[in-house]
């Protein structure tokens, strides 16, 4: 499997810190300091679906293929309007797609999750395209009266039309049941029937036990598969790590050992965009020719659950 086509869309509007600051008992130093997140591009006058079906255009346009030509379509998001259908059958027809699709929700590590999925499908003569878009919109979900998550996210979509090829070295996954580190609860309708009744709720964090644990498995999901693969640590070109927040990323790297530069960001422009950013990073270091053929990359991301995955690629 290789990467043959990229895309992404954000939303026009883009959100300082210190416009956030004018509602919320905050300032730019502190976010700055404590996530090196400046600004966020948030939902406005657009939706959700308008930025899946952009990033999935530019995809496939990229990509030199014909919608009818992709086999699949594998769509990552953690939550949207509509609780059914899925997000892959709301966009199908407007990217002009006509093969069947999947949601998945793995959280933040929607995106490498979707990767393995799309690798075995090609490895099983399933699928020779696959296209997966990443589409989130946490926003919607934070509590925007609350200052500890509302500063941290962004809205944004991207999207990778996958190919034959050679260049998806190893993935893995980690999973650790612990609900309570970061949660959304949605309202369910009242039944006659049951004793107790979940109202919902935004989404709630513990900030620090979240950060502790992302750095840490992160860290052994990247030297996990570097190892399978027998690929230390510095043979690694490019390090595209989840943007959550930029001490995490400094927290893996130091970790690992391995110089800044490696580490490519956008967290500052754009928050964190959930499954969403991962791709957005590669469309933007493709379209900016950092990636050369040859290129040994890892991809590695965390979120709720608790969920990680790290995957290595050597770029063709
Ligand atoms: N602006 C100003 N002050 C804030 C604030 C904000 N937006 N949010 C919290 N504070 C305050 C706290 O109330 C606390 O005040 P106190 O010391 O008087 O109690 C103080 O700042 C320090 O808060 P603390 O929680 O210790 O900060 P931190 O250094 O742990 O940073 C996070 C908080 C959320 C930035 C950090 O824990 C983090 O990034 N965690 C991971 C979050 C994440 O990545 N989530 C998504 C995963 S996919």
Redesign the pocket.
């Known amino acids: 499997m290789k990467v043959i086509g990229t895309g992404s869309a954000l939303p026009s509007l883009t959100v300082s810190n210190d416009d956030l600051a004018t509602f ?4 730019d130093a ?2 700055s300091t ?2 090196g997140i400046k600004t966020r591009h948030l939902l406005s006058n657009e939706t959700l679906y308008d930025l899946a079906v952009e990033a999935a255009n530019k995809a496939i346009s990229a990509s030199g293929l014909t919608p009818d030509q992709i086999d699949f379509l594998l769509v990552s998001n953690v939550a949207n309007e509509h609780i059914t259908p899925g997000l892959s059958c709301i966009i199908q027809k407007r990217i002009g797609v006509t093969c069947p699709g999947l949601d998945i929700n793995v ?2 590590a929607g995106f490498v999750n979707a990767l393995m999925l799309a690798d075995d499908m090609m490895k099983a003569g399933r699928a020779k395209y696959v296209l997966i878009v990443c589409a989130e919109e946490p926003s919607k979900y934070c509590n925007w009266q609350e ?3 509302s ?2 996210f962004g809205d944004g979509a991207g999207a990778v039309v996958l190919g034959p090829g050679n260049a998806f070295k190893n993935v893995h996954l980690t999973m650790i049941s612990d609900r309570d580190v ?1 949660y959304y609860e949605r309202h369910m309708e009242k039944t006659p029937f049951e004793q107790k009744q979940v109202e919902g709720q935004p989404l709630m ?1 513990k ?2 036990d ?2 502790r644990t ?1 750095v840490s498995e992160s860290a052994k999901d990247v030297q996990k598969v570097l190892e399978e693969e027998k690929v230390s640590a510095s043979d690694v070109d490019y390090y595209l790590l ?1 943007q ?2 930029k ?2 990323i400094e927290g893996i790297r130091s970790i690992l050992g391995q110089p800044e530069e490696k580490f490519p960001t956008n967290i500052e422009k754009y928050g ?1 965009t ?1 499954s969403a950013s991962i791709p957005i990073l590669l469309d933007e270091m493709l379209a900016e020719n950092k990636i050369k053929k040859g290129d040994k990359i890892v991809m590695s991301a ?3 659950g608790f969920v990680s995955a790290a995957c290595l690629w050597e770029w063709e």
Request: net charge positive; with cysteine.
């Open positions: 919320l008992d905050t300032s502190w976010i404590r996530t959280a933040c200052r500890d998550t500063i941290l970061l964090m900030g620090k979240l950060f992302a989840h959550a927040n001490r995490i964190n959930s965390f979120g709720a």
